[in-house]
């Protein structure tokens, strides 16, 4: 079994910054890519970032230069910093890891179960 649980959601006003944090646990033998999607009420959930097992990241055009997305692979965590907070930027924020339980087996994507994040006008 694998878990991923988040946290660092809350409540901010424009402007202001919040830092989320997920953590991986249970039977692991490696993950491959990290990453961080968001869902909105009534919309799709979209991509806000990813980052390789490298260390190379990838972000929504809609958050470059705000969010900061990074891991440390000994502590099998990711998080993502997010600066100059936007009202359009509420949502509920999801962590995935691309993960292989073990050195026969296949990679499969996990979920976490969501941090609602709240940025008020």
């Known amino acids: 079994q694998v878990q991923l649980v988040e946290s660092g959601g809350g409540l901010v006003q424009a402007g202001g910054s919040l830092r989320l944090s997920c953590a991986a646990s249970?039977?692991?033998?490696?993950?491959?890519?990290m990453g961080w999607y968001r869902q909105a009420p009534g919309k799709q959930r979209e991509l806000v970032a990813t980052?390789?097992?490298?260390?190379?990241?990838n972000y929504a055009d809609s958050v470059k230069g705000r969010f900061t997305i990074s891991r440390d692979n000994a502590k099998r965590t990711s998080s993502l910093q997010m600066n100059s907070l936007k009202p359009e930027d509420t949502a509920g924020y999801f962590c995935n890891a691309e993960v292989i339980t073990d050195r026969y087996s296949t990679e499969y994507v996990h979920w976490g179960q969501g941090t609602q994040v709240t940025v008020s006008s």
């Open positions: 249970g039977t692991i033998f490696r993950i491959n890519a």
């Open positions: 980052i390789t097992s490298g260390g190379t990241a």
